[in-house]
C-alpha cells in the first residue's frame, strides 16, 4: 500500500540506483534487483544481510527484505555512508517487530565514523561491578563490504559516466538527457485487459496524444494514480507515462531561480537544491530551503525516488507540502499543449477547486521554476504531522515576507497554507493589510487576529482537529515571526526590539541528535559449556532467511496449478438488514468462478469463541466490514474486481459506535464483571483529599506486517482438507473449519511454518479468513488462497480494545492512596470474541505496582457497531494500568509532591497480597526501580529538566518513571498446557515439534536452545519445521507471553523421556557419542520418538471469592523517559529511555532485549502515536500506513537502554527464565506521562491563562491534544 516499505526493490538507472515502488509498465530503462538478488544463505550473504541478521534485526522478519533492500541502495550509491545517512534511508520501511535499534545498530557499522554513539558507556557505578557482555553481537565476526564485488551497470552506459567523469547528479542527470535527446526513441505501448500503457518518448509526441485524447492520464510516479486505482477504484483506460521525455527531466539554473522539468522526481529536486544551498550565497536560497525543509519530512525515499514535481502540483491536493511553498514564493509555471505555451505564476488562482488546477485537458505541465530569494527576503516553511516521518500533513505552510530595503517595513507578505481548505491557500485578507507596516508587536497581534477570522474551519470540516489545525495557522506564523525577528535584529539592530531569549527556542527546527543506545545483559556462569547456548545471544535461527528473502511465508508458497482466489464481500453499513445481493456484474468478469455465502455452508454457519458470530453475515450486519459473502475467481486482480462488482442494498438499522453511545443506550456484551477488596466506604471517608475523573485509552490496530492469509487444499478424500495459515491459534482454525464443513477435526490438517507478527491480532481474528477460504475450497473442489489487503485487514479484523475509565481516589497528604474506585468500560465490537478475559486481566491488572487497601473495579464490555475488538499484546493490562498510572500522576499533582515519590510510596513489598489476594513472592519490582533511577541519574536531571524550562517559553521537558508487573498465565486455567514431539533419527538429528507458533518472537530458537541442553547436543542437529494440528493436537494459542514457559517445559519433558530411553546405552558406552547412542538404541528396537506435556500448576482465580491464584509468577519492570514537546506545534521528541526488565535468567538474551524495545515501541505507538478515526456511521477512516502511523525509525528514543535484571532466577518456568513478550508494553506509558509532566510545565508558566492544576489527557498523546492542553494566546484565539 506504498508505506511500509517490505516491498522494497533497487531499480538501476543509468546514473543512480533507487528504491522505487512503480508500476511494472514503467520499469523499462531500469534493471531490477530484489533481496534475492545479492546474496543467499545456499551461497553468500550479502554484508548487509549478514549485519542485520547477526545484529538482531530480524525477528518476524517479514519487513526485513524491504529494510536490506534500503541499505543495500544506499550502499551502492554511497559506499562510505554517515551515520545520519543510514538513518534517513529508512524514512520510507516500517517494522512492527523489533523497535527498530537493533536494525539500526547493526547497519550502523557501515557508517564512515562507526559507532555514532553505540559506545556510550553506561556511567552508573552499578553497572561497573557485573560481569557484562558489552554487546549483542560481535562486529569483527562481519564480512567487511567489498563495493568492486557488486553486480555492474550496464557497461554502455558506465562507459557515458567515465567519458563526462563522475561530478555529481544533476550534471551527469543533464548529460543524460542532452544525450537522450540526440538517441531516436521508440513509443512503448502495453495493452492490459482494460487499460492501455503508453510512454511517450518525446515532448511532441505526448502533447499530439493529448490532444488526440485529453482525457488521457498522465502518469509519472503513480503515488497518486496508482493509490486512485488500487483504492478508489478508478479507472483510466489510457495513461500516459512522460517519465522519460528529456525536456520535463531537464534542470535549468536561470536568472531567476532554478527551473525543474515537471516530471524530475522529487530525490533529485532535493539533491539539486542541497547542491544551489551550499554553492549561493545565503540570501538567495531562502526559498530552496523552505522546498528542502518540506522535502526532509516529505514521504520516504522510496516515494521520493519516483514521485515527481509535476505529479504533486497537479494532484492539487489540499494538504500538498510543496504547493504552499511554491505559492507563497510565486514559483513560475510553464504549460503547453500541441501550438501553445504559457508561463503563469502559481497564486490564490492556480486551483480554482478541490484537486483542480488551471490547466486545460489537454495541457501539460512542463516546469516549474522555483525563484531565488532576493536580499531583505525571508522564507519559512513548516509541517506538523501525526508523525514526523513519513506522514501526510495537518496543516502545512509556506510563509514569505519582502521588506523595504534597509528597513523593517513589509512590502510583501504572503502566507499559504495547506490543510486549512479544500486547496492550499494564500491569507490574503490578512496579508494585503500588513503592507508597510513594520514587523513588530503590533504586527504579530494584527496577523494572528487576521489568521484567526480568515482562516475558518467548520466544525464538521474533512479531516477533523478543527481547534488544533486553527492553531496551528498562528503558531506557525508565530515561529515565522520570531525567525525573521532573529535575523532583523542582527541586521537592524536600532530598528528592532529584542528577541526575548526565552522564545527563541520556538524559532528552532527539529534537529535529530547522535543517538546512543547500550544494552545490558548478565553473561553466561563462567564454565558454562561452549556448546551450551541457553543464557547466550544467539541470533534468531530464521534471521539468515528472512534477511535473504528465503524464508518462506505462507502467501511465499507457489501457486497450485488449478488454484482460485478469494475476496471476501463485506458490509459497507454499521447495521443494517441486507435486502438483496445482487451478482450478476461479478459474474461478468473475466474469470469468476463463484459467489459464496452463508447458504453455502455445509455444517454451522455459527462460529466465534462464544459461538456468537457467523461465517457469513445471513440476514442482518452488525458493523462495516462484516463478511457477508466471498467471490471466487482465476487471479487476485479479479477477484477484487468481482467483489466490487457485487450489489448489496441494505436497510440501516440504529448504530452504536462509541463507548458512550454503549453507555448511553444501555448496550453491552454479558453482564459487570467486578472485583473488590477491603471497604471503600471507610477509605473515601477516611481520605484527606478525593479526586475523580475520567480518561479514555483509543484502540490500536496490530499493524503485523503480513497480513492474513490462507490457502485451503481439499485433498477429496473424506473431507479431508489442508489449510496453510498465518495463525496463532492451529486448534481454533482447525476446529472452527471442521464446525462449519461439519466433518470431524481429524480431517482437516493445520499448518503453520512461521508468521509475519501475530500480537495477538492472529489468535483468533485469523479464523474469520480461513473459515471462508475452507468453504471456497469445499465448494470448488480446488485449492483456493486469500491474503487480505492492508485495508481489507484494518477493516475487517478488529485490534486492541478502546477503553474508557471513570475514577475516584482517595489518599492522604503525603500521597498515600487509600481508597480506589474503578469503573471500565471497553468497546468490544459486535462480537465477545475475547472481551471478557480481556476485561478480567484489566481488572487483575488495575493496581498496577500499587498498594491499595480498599478498592473496587467494574468492568463492562460495550457492544459496539465496529468489528470484533480482540487480543493484543497485553491482553487489556496496559489500559488498566495506565488508568491507575493517570491517577496516581493526579494523586501526586494534587499533593504537589514529586511524582516519583508518590510512586515509590505505593509500591508494593515482598510479601504483600494483591488486590486479587495473590501473595507475591521473588518481588524484584524494588530493585529494579532502584536500578532505574540509578541508571537513569533521575535526580539529577530532573534538577536539569526544571532548569531547562526556565529558560524555555516554547519548549518544555518531561521526565517519569513508570513501574509494571504483568501476572504470568492464561486466564482461562485449561489453556495453561503444552505438548511436544520429538523425533531422533537414527544419524542423531533431532526433528522437534511444540505446540507454538513462530511468530518473531524467537520461539522456535529459544526451543531449540531448551532441547540443546536438555540433550546436551549443539543446536545444529535440531530442527523444527512447523507448528501443525497432526504433529502436536489440541493447542492453546501463541500468547499471553507464555508460550516458552508452557512449550519450553514440554520440549524439556519429550527429551527427558528420550534421554530416559538412551540411559542403558550411555552406560554401555560411556565415552560413545550421541550418534552411537541413537544408533545403538534404534538397532536394539527402541523408540527414537517421544511426546512431552505440561501443565502450569496451582492456577484457578474466582472472581466470585476473589480467592485462588489467576498468574502463575509476574514479570516485572521499570522505564524512565525524558521528552521534549514543542509547545506551539504538539511534536514531541523522546530523548531517552532507560528500561530496568526483569526477565528472570535470560534464556536469550538478544531475543529477550529484542522483545523488550518492541514492545516499548509498540506501546510507544499506543500511547503517543496511534489513532483509529471512524466517521459517525462508524466507517473506518484510518485504512493503511498512509492514514495510520505506526512508529518508525525515527520515532524511538534517542537514548535508549535496556538492562537485564541481574541474577533473578525465576524458580517457576523452564531454565530459571521468565515471560517476556507482553510485560514491557506498558512501559513506553513513561513517555505519556513525560510528556503530561511537559504539558503541565507549560500550562503552569502561563499565568495568563487561570488554569486547574489537573487537566485531562485522553491517550494516545498526539500532536493535537498536546497543542490544545498547552493553552496559550493562540489556543484562545480560536
Ligand atoms: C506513501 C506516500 C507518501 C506521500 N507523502 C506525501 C507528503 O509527505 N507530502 C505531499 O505533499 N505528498 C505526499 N504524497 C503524495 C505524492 O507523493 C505526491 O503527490 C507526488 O509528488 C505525486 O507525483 P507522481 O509522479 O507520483 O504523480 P502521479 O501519480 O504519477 O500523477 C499525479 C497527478 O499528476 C498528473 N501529472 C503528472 N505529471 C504531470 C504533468 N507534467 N502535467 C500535467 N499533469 C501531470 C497526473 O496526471 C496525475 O493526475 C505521498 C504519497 C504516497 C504514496
Ligand atoms: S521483523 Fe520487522 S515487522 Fe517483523
Redesign the pocket.
Known amino acids: 500500500r506504498?508505506?511500509c516499505g517490505a516491498c522494497t526493490v533497487m531499480l538501476f538507472q543509468p546514473l543512480f540506483c533507487q528504491c522505487r515502488?512503480a508500476p511494472s509498465a514503467r520499469l523499462h530503462h531500469f534493471a531490477v534487483t530484489t533481496v534475492e538478488g545479492i546474496g543467499s544463505t545456499k551461497s553468500r550473504l550479502h554484508p548487509v544481510q549478514e549485519r542485520i541478521s547477526k545484529s538482531h534485526g530480524s525477528q518476524c522478519g517479514f519487513c526485513t527484505p524491504g529494510i536490506v533492500m534500503s541499505m543495500y541502495t544506499l550502499l551502492r550509491n554511497q559506499p562510505d555512508p554517515t551515520v545520519e545517512e543510514i538513518e534517513n534511508a529508512f524514512q520510507?520501511n516500517l517494522c512492527r517487530c523489533t523497535g527498530y535499534r537493533p536494525i539500526l545498530q547493526g547497519f550502523r557499522t557501515f557508517a564512515r565514523v562507526s559507532g555514532g554513539g553505540d559506545t556510550v558507556s553506561p556511567n552508573c557505578s552499578l553497572f561497573q561491578q557485573v560481569t557484562l557482555s558489552p554487546s549483542l553481537f560481535n562486529p569483527e565476526e562481519f564480512m567487511p563490504l567489498d563495493p568492486t564485488q557488486e553486480p555492474i551497470f550496464p557497461p554502455e552506459l558506465l562507459q557515458c559516466i567515465r567519458e563526462l567523469g563522475w561530478e555529481g547528479g544533476s550534471v551527469v542527470r543533464n548529460y543524460l538527457f542532452q544525450r537522450l535527446k540526440d538517441v531516436p526513441q521508440k513509443q512503448l505501448r502495453f495493452e492490459g485487459e482494460r487499460v492501455t500503457w503508453i510512454q511517450a518518448s518525446t515532448l511532441t509526441e505526448l502533447l499530439d496524444l493529448k490532444a488526440q485524447c485529453p482525457e488521457a492520464?498522465?502518469?509519472?510516479?503513480?503515488?497518486?494514480?496508482?493509490?486512485e486505482m488500487k483504492f478508489k477504484n478508478k479507472l483510466f483506460p489510457m495513461i500516459v507515462c512522460?517519465a522519460w521525455i528529456p525536456e520535463?527531466n531537464a534542470v535549468e539554473h536561470g536568472p531567476e531561480g532554478i527551473s525543474f522539468g515537471?516530471?524530475c522526481?522529487?530525490s533529485s529536486v532535493e539533491k539539486i537544491l542541497h547542491e544551489a544551498v551550499d554553492k549561493l550565497p545565503a540570501y538567495k536560497t531562502e526559498v530552496f530551503k523552505g522546498v528542502l525543509e518540506?522535502l526532509r519530512?516529505?514521504?520516504?525515499i522510496q516515494?521520493?525516488s519516483?514521485?515527481?514535481?509535476?505529479?504533486?502540483?497537479?494532484?492539487a491536493?489540499p494538504?500538498?507540502?510543496?504547493?504552499p511553498v511554491f505559492m507563497a514564493s510565486g514559483a513560475k509555471l510553464t504549460i503547453v499543449s500541441a501550438g501553445t505555451r504559457r508561463t503563469v505564476q502559481m497564486d490564490h488562482t492556480f486551483f480554482p477547486g478541490y484537486r483542480k488546477t488551471l490547466?486545460a485537458p489537454e495541457?501539460?505541465?512542463?516546469s516549474i521554476e522555483i525563484p531565488y530569494s532576493r536580499e531583505g527576503e525571508y522564507f519559512s516553511a513548516f509541517k506538523q504531522?501525526s508523525r514526523r516521518e513519513?506522514?501526510?500533513?495537518k496543516v502545512?505552510c509556506g510563509m514569505r515576507v519582502l521588506f523595504q530595503p534597509g528597513t523593517a517595513q513589509v512590502k510583501e507578505l504572503a502566507l499559504c497554507y495547506?490543510g486549512m481548505a479544500d486547496r492550499t491557500i494564500s491569507a490574503l485578507k490578512t496579508t494585503q493589510k500588513q503592507t508597510a507596516n513594520s514587523w513588530n508587536e503590533g504586527l504579530l497581534q494584527a496577523v494572528c487576529a487576521g489568521l484567526a477570522e480568515e482562516l475558518h474551519l467548520s466544525p464538521d470540516a474533512p479531516g477533523g482537529m478543527v481547534d488544533f489545525r486553527r492553531t496551528l495557522t498562528l503558531s506557525f506564523f508565530f515561529k515565522f515571526y520570531l525567525t525573521v525577528l532573529q535575523k532583523l535584529v542582527i541586521l537592524l539592530p536600532q530598528n528592532c526590539a529584542k528577541l526575548d531569549p526565552s522564545d527563541a527556542s520556538a524559532t528552532l527546527l527539529f534537529q535529530k541528535d547522535p543517538p546512543a543506545n547500550v544494552q545490558l545483559f548478565q553473561e553466561v556462569p563462567e564454565g558454562q559449556s561452549e556448546e551450551d547456548m541457553v543464557g547466550r545471544p544467539l541470533p534468531h535461527l530464521a534471521s539468515a532467511m528472512q534477511a535473504s528473502g528465503e524464508a518462506v511465508y505462507c502467501d511465499d508458497i507457489p501457486r497450485y496449478e488449478n488454484e482460485l482466489s478469494l475476496r471476501l464481500v463485506t458490509s459497507t453499513k454499521a447495521h443494517a438488514k441486507i435486502t438483496s445481493i445482487d451478482i450478476s456484474e461479478a459474474q461478468t468478469v473475466p474469470g469468476f468462478v463463484c459467489f459464496i455465502s452463508a447458504e453455502d455452508v455445509p455444517g454451522s454457519n455459527k462460529t466465534g469463541i462464544l459461538n456468537d458470530e457467523t461465517v457469513f453475515a445471513k440476514d442482518e450486519v452488525t458493523c462495516v466490514g462484516h463478511i457477508i459473502g466471498a467471490v471466487v475467481t482465476d487471479t487476485p486482480e479479479h477477484a477484487q474486481r468481482a467483489a466490487q462488482g457485487v450489489k448489496i442494498t441494505y436497510e440501516e438499522l440504529p448504530a452504536i459506535i462509541t463507548i458512550k453511545d454503549a453507555i448511553n443506550n444501555n448496550s453491552y456484551h454479558g453482564s459487570e464483571l467486578k472485583i473488590g477488596k477491603g471497604d471503600l466506604t471507610k477509605g473515601f471517608s477516611e481520605a484527606d483529599n478525593v479526586v475523580s475523573g475520567e480518561v479514555h485509552i483509543g484502540g490500536q490496530e496490530h499493524f503485523y506486517l503480513e497480513t492474513h492469509c490462507t490457502i485451503a487444499v481439499p485433498k477429496g478424500e473424506q473431507g479431508e482438507m489442508e489449510l496453510f495459515v498465518s495463525t496463532q491459534n492451529t486448534m481454533k482454525t482447525q476446529s472452527f473449519v471442521a464446525n462449519m464443513l461439519g466433518v470431524p477435526a481429524n480431517r482437516i490438517l493445520v499448518r503453520v511454518k512461521r508468521i509475519g507478527g501475530g500480537f495477538g491480532g492472529k489468535e483468533t481474528r485469523s479464523t474469520v479468513v480461513s473459515t471462508a477460504v475452507a468453504l471456497a475450497a469445499y465448494k470448488t473442489g480446488r485449492p483456493v488462497r486469500c491474503m487480505l489487503d492492508r485495508d481489507e485487514d484494518m477493516l475487517i479484523t478488529g485490534g486492541r480494545h478502546p477503553f474508557l475509565a471513570k475514577y475516584k481516589v482517595g489518599f492522604m497528604k503525603d500521597g498515600k492512596v487509600v481508597a480506589l474506585k474503578v469503573e471500565h468500560y471497553s468497546n468490544a465490537g459486535n462480537t465477545m470474541d475475547l472481551s471478557q478475559s480481556i476485561m478480567e486481566r484489566a481488572l487483575l491488572h488495575m493496581d498496577n505496582c500499587y498498594k491499595i487497601p480498599n478498592i473496587l473495579g467494574t468492568g463492562r464490555l460495550c457492544k459496539t457497531n465496529l468489528s470484533s475488538n480482540t487480543a493484543f499484546r497485553g491482553f487489556g493490562g496496559p489500559q488498566a494500568m495506565l488508568i491507575a498510572e493517570y491517577w496516581m500522576s493526579e494523586v501526586a499533582l494534587t499533593c504537589g509532591l514529586p511524582a516519583e515519590e508518590v510512586r515509590r510510596k505505593n509500591l508494593y513489598k515482598e510479601g504483600d497480597l494483591t488486590h486479587f489476594n495473590q501473595k507475591l513472592e521473588a518481588f524484584t519490582l524494588s530493585r529494579c526501580w532502584d536500578e532505574c533511577l540509578a541508571s537513569s541519574q533521575y535526580h539529577a536531571r530532573r534538577s536539569e529538566i526544571d532548569k531547562f524550562n526556565e529558560e524555555n517559553c516554547w519548549k518544555k521537558r518531561g521526565l517519569c518513571i513508570i513501574p509494571t508487573k504483568f501476572g504470568i498465565s492464561f486466564g482461562i486455567p485449561f489453556l495453561n498446557q503444552s505438548g511436544a514431539l520429538i523425533h531422533v533419527y537414527t544419524d542423531g538429528s533431532v526433528l522437534l515439534t511444540h505446540g507454538g507458533m513462530e511468530m518473531g518472537q524467537g520461539l522456535h530458537t529459544k526451543m531449540i536452545q531448551v532441547a540443546s541442553r536438555a540433550l546436551k547436543i549443539p543446536i545444529s542437529k535440531i530442527y523444527i519445521s512447523e507448528t501443525s494440528t497432526n504433529t502436536v493436537p489440541n493447542t492453546s494459542p501463541t500468547a499471553a507471553s507464555v508460550s516458552t514457559d508452557l512449550n519450553g517445559q514440554a520440549v524439556y519433558e519429550a527429551c527427558q523421556t528420550i534421554l530416559k530411553r538412551l540411559e542403558p546405552f550411555k552406560k554401555k558406552n560411556p565415552s560413545g557419542t550421541w550418534e552411537e547412542w541413537v544408533l545403538a538404541a534404534y538397532l536394539d528396537a527402541v523408540s527414537l520418538s517421544a511426546t512431552g506435556f505440561y501443565k502450569t500448576p496451582n492456577l484457578g482465580y474466582s472472581f466470585e471469592t476473589n480467592s485462588g491464584n489467576p498468574f502463575h509468577y509476574f514479570s516485572y519492570g521499570v522505564a524512565c523517559s525524558e521528552v521534549e514537546i514543542d509547545c506551539l506545534t504538539g511534536d514531541h521528541k523522546n530523548l531517552r529511555t532507560d528500561i530496568v526488565m526483569d526477565v528472570g535468567s535470560s534464556l536469550n538474551p538478544a531475543i529477550d532485549i529484542g522483545q523488550v524495545e518492541g514492545a516499548f515501541v509498540q506501546g510507544l505507538g499506543l500511547f503517543t502515536l496511534e489513532e483509529l478515526h471512524y466517521s459517525p456511521e462508524g466507517s473506518l477512516h484510518t485504512r493503511g500506513?498512509?492514514t495510520y502511523k505506526i512508529p518508525a525509525f525515527g520515532s524511538i528514543p534517542i537514548e535508549f537502554s535496556v538492562s537485564l535484571l541481574r541474577d533473578c532466577p525465576n524458580k517457576k518456568a523452564i531454565y530459571a527464565s521468565k515471560a517476556v513478550g507482553e510485560p514491557p508494553l506498558f512501559l513506553a506509558a513513561s513517555i505519556f506521562f513525560a510528556i503530561k509532566d511537559a504539558i503541565h510545565a507549560a500550562r503552569a508558566k502561563n499565568p495568563d491563562c487561570k488554569m486547574e492544576k489537573l487537566f485531562r489527557l485522553d491517550s494516545p498523546a498526539t500532536p493535537e491534544k498536546i497543542r490544545n492542553a498547552c493553552v496559550d494566546q493562540f489556543t484562545t484565539l480560536v
Open positions: 506504498r508505506g515502488l520510507g492520464k498522465l502518469v509519472v510516479g503513480n503515488t497518486e494514480i496508482g493509490i512522460p520535463l515537471a516530471s522526481p522529487l518540506q519530512w516529505f514521504a520516504g516515494v521520493k519516483v514521485a515527481s514535481l509535476g505529479g504533486n502540483i497537479i494532484t491536493s494538504i500538498s507540502d510543496l504547493n490547466l495541457e501539460v505541465l512542463l504531522a513519513d506522514d501526510i500533513a502545512t495547506g500506513p498512509s
